[in-house]
């Protein structure tokens, strides 16, 4: 089957899905992803947004979308979807709208809805095969109500609920949930990871998706200037580090099938470049270096990209 090809930025669509103008932060990595993706499907859509700072985009009565947005609470955005695809499937049957009247659905949220408090609709509406696509925005964080941890949430990272103190000078002493591997788990047609730093990869990887009916899912890293306590004009940056030190791979699977799209097996940059750029890795520097939790965090890279063949 060929598809079209998207190599550069080059290829983004200039119909905007998104006026200039929202309440959400400069620079905030999230608003960027919804953007493109929006782009990428066209106004025939419907977004399901759980609570979080993306609800903040579109606040009745104002709104920068041309498309339907959909608010509904923290755990329930998979459930809601469902019941908007059935209405849509019931209207085409009965011949009330046609089918070139019918929408996409998508759902967009935070990684705390989506690891923790929104899991179990995920898995139920994976299970049950939806024919949606699906968005999670993760800045490693509950971001909307203070930057608290999340299931997300790495390894070493200050939050306002894992600050470095004498009991846990490291902060986090959990490790990030592999959404990516959880997702697998439950055998949807495609699942991908993308970064604000590599849009030629997403848009491409969004035309791929479009291929297949069933669960769409991207897990896109989305730096959070107030929460990593980085400048807004950074955000592109320390996602493109991510991408170098191989933080954050980036990888499809196809009916299971694993890709990477970007190669970081030899020539990774060291993990300390990107956690020295962000005040949430801070403690890890100063006042004294952490050089044990530092090598169990390139450690954890190291161990990821040994076992990846491809
Ligand atoms: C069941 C439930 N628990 C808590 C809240 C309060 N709340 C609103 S937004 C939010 C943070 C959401 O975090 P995340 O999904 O990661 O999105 P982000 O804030 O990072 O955009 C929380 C905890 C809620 N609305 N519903
Ligand atoms: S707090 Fe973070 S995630 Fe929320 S709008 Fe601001 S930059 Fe975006």
Redesign the pocket.
Known sequence: MSIKQHRTIRDIPLEESLTAGTMLCAGCG?VLLVRILEKMLGPAVVTVN??????MISVYPYTPFKSSWFYV???SAPAAAQGIRDALDILIEKKRISREQDLKVLVV??????AD?GLQSTSGALHRKLDFYYLV?D?E?????GF?A?G?SPYGSNTKTTSPGSMAPQGLSLDKKDLFEIWRAHRPPYIATVSPAHIADMMQKIETASQFRGPKLFIALSP?PPGWSIDSDKVIRVSKMAVETGVWPLKEAIDGRVKHTVMMRSNRRPLEEYLRMQGRFEHLFEPVLQENVLKELQKKVDDYWASVSG
């Open positions: 999230g759980a609570a979080g700072c993306m609800s609470a923290m755990p949220t935070g990684d705390g809805a989506a408090i925005y800045n964080a509950y971001s909307n109500t608290q999340s997300s959070c």
